[in-house]
């Protein structure tokens, strides 16, 4: 099978990280997968929501958005009643998968807030946004330690994510939009930096997938988190040392 940009089946798509994006926030990146873009930002507050108040133990939380011109056709805001269902789910994912890389009762009470702000949408956004997002969270703990509000680091693992699927009866990974639109299924896979599996998040489409290609999609998804993986200690660079407990 030909893919649509031409790459193997096991091939990502050109990954880009700029660290640093928002000099305002405690960590930032903008990622790019291909064509997809999505900046990542993480800020910190002191304060926990009210579930955690007095107990010692922090929170991370993700927020996620497409914004308008990120698509073909114009996508309209998320106005007064928040953001989609969509969005929903892909925020909570996103938060799940982060939460994972941390152990919060090292956090202490303070709150760390994942905004993933989808610029240009390719397909693979929301695993482009936990793996921009994890960098723009370690960079936001390294400043927090590097500050003196922490002594000790709270994260435990490094995370990442790929998109992959079943297209025209091929096993792919790093699916671009006009692959992710026809795929027979489609599976996200969110994995530690060590390699075990965080979440598995898949749909048959068009068809049922078998069991031996849903093993062919994680044995695609274990390549692709080494590489990206690599991606992002080169990113982080001396903090990551600093700040991943593995």
């Known amino acids: ?28 990146v903008l990622i790019g997968c291909g064509n997809t873009r999505v900046l990542c930002t993480a800020m ?41 269902g969509r969005s929903v789910e892909i925020q909570r994912l996103i938060g799940r998968s982060l ?45 927090m330690m590097r500050d003196g509000r922490l002594t000790e680091s709270p994260v435990v693992r490094g995370i990442n994510a790929i998109s992959a699927g079943v297209v025209h009866g091929e096993v792919c990974v790093d699916l671009c939009y006009a692959e992710d639109s026809r795929a027979d299924a489609d599976i996200n896979v969110v994995m530690s930096t060590d390699g075990k599996l965080i979440e598995v998040q898949g749909t048959a489409e068009g068809a049922p997938f078998t069991r031996d290609e849903l093993n062919r999609i994680i044995d695609l998804a274990v390549g692709a988190n080494e590489k990206l993986t690599k991606i992002q200690k080169e990113a982080l660079g001396e903090a990551w040392e600093q700040v991943i407990r593995e």
């Open 1 to 28: 099978m030909s893919r649509a940009d031409g790459r193997a089946q096991e091939e990502l798509r050109r990954i880009t990280v700029i660290p640093d994006f928002i000099p305002t926030a405690d960590g930032s």
């Open 44 to 84: 910190v507050e002191d304060k926990v929501p009210p579930f955690l108040t007095g107990t010692g133990k922090g929170w991370l939380t993700a927020e996620y958005a497409m914004l308008p011109a990120s698509t073909l056709t114009r996508k309209a805001r998320e106005g007064r009643k928040g953001p989609d």
């Open 99 to 143: 939460r994972a890389a941390f152990d919060l009762t090292k956090l202490g009470e303070h709150t760390i807030t994942i905004d993933c702000d989808v610029i240009q949408a390719d397909g693979g956004t929301r695993t482009a946004s936990i793996t921009g997002g994890f960098i723009a969270a370690a960079m936001a703990v390294d400043k």
